[in-house]
């Protein structure tokens, strides 16, 4: 029995991803992946086709770099739909300067709102010295401030290292 | 019954501050905040703002960039005291160019010989790319080497992620 | 009774290298010192000579910059050979333009067929913000990729964190 709502959070190239799939095939469940990336550039286009390549037919994949509640809010209790990533997903407001805390603030009631089991994947960005530019400081702090939240409300979150998993919160299934 | 010495490792804005203040106020010690950080520039202003309006009446603020053993020293046995952080003041003690070696043996002495249970706040800084340039390579590397030593020091240290402690040595009260 | 494969992942200057050498040490086998480090400049030179001073006389050194299958395929089922570090033998391999995924298949059957018990070090380098320029994030993702690898192939992975060891898989002997 999955968690309602579930937390992964990795470094960059830290098999986060891979691990939310596998945590989610697991299930019975029909399986959505929410994809909140957009490929603006080569590189970014070929991180989103390996993703894609990756999962099997089990998956649907429904776009959402921007408004999620819509896309979450037709999902029902049989399903269980993996968010990747919080990150992109912060990014995108970031580039659009929206209002954050209020996307933010609507993300969460979305997540708590959805019939659906979620598992939200997120980047740890913290951990490095300080970036010279102001810009990519702020985004920092935002994704901290958002990473905190996101485990808040999740039932287990797990810090994905190496492919592997640390507990932070709640028991693995 | 809180531990002598606790040790609060953590990413920018992964909310050890705020976890340690927590583990703080759930004791009946008088509480000391020991700030180490210098309000160089308006962004710097803002985050010291942050933190004070986060903070009860409950708290005694006391300014120590550089020494801290004084402060330390005038502390009784009914107090404990949040030290945040240790990478501002080790940062304080680059720019000064002072002889790092030498402040951190004697910012150890004195956490040795403080009478009141103390809680020390500090950034893991050395999990991105190598820096490019030498002088936060430096950084990187004096951080580590503090952080390797306040941790063998302390009786409980504690790596804080996404808000949720990880526990790296001793157990949690 | 030491694991076959032990991989141990850290920060700069987290104590991970320090950490494996007493790992090896608290064993009776014969300690072998695998080094991919190489010196380019005074910097490196310097750390090479910090590590190297540290290890006592149980340790012999062998030099191992790019093919590490010889040096490990001559050690016998009485030995341990603590190879320092994943992350300079990839930056070796990626300025000198190799084939990164036939390099790495080469590494992970090399340490199968290893008849001594094999420690790898290595570094987590994906927990700051996106470096600016291409070759840091190819860098970073073949890291991340590696470490994958390496910790699948491992019987215990460690992070070590301030000193302090938090165990991935396996269990600490």
């Avoid at 912060?90 to 929206?98: F, G, I, Q, R």
């Avoid at 993300?107 to 994947?121: D, I």
Wanted: charge should be negative; charged fraction near 20%.
């Amino acid at each position: 029995m999955l968690p309602s709502g579930t937390f992964v959070l990795g470094g960059a190239a830290s098999g986060k991803s891979a691990w939310a799939e596998s945590f989610c095939e697991s299930s019975d469940l029909t399986l959505n992946y929410l994809a909140t990336g957009q490929a603006r550039d080569a590189e970014m286009d070929q991180r989103i086709k390996i993703h894609k390549d990756r999962r099997n037919d089990r998956w649907q994949t429904i776009e959402a770099p921007f408004d999620l509640a819509p896309a979450l809010a037709a999902l029902d209790g049989d399903s269980i739909v993996l968010i990747d990533c919080a990150t992109m997903w912060l990014s995108n407001h970031m580039l659009a300067e929206t209002d954050l805390a209020a996307a933010q603030d609507d993300l969460l009631l979305a997540l708590q709102s959805c019939a659906a089991k979620w598992v939200m994947v997120s980047n740890e960005v913290g951990h490095g010295v300080v970036p010279d530019n102001a810009l990519a400081r702020q985004f920092r702090d935002a994704q901290g401030r958002l990473n905190i939240a996101l485990a808040a409300h999740a039932d287990l979150a797990v810090l994905v290292t190496a492919g592997l998993p640390l507990t932070l919160k709640g028991t693995l299934p």
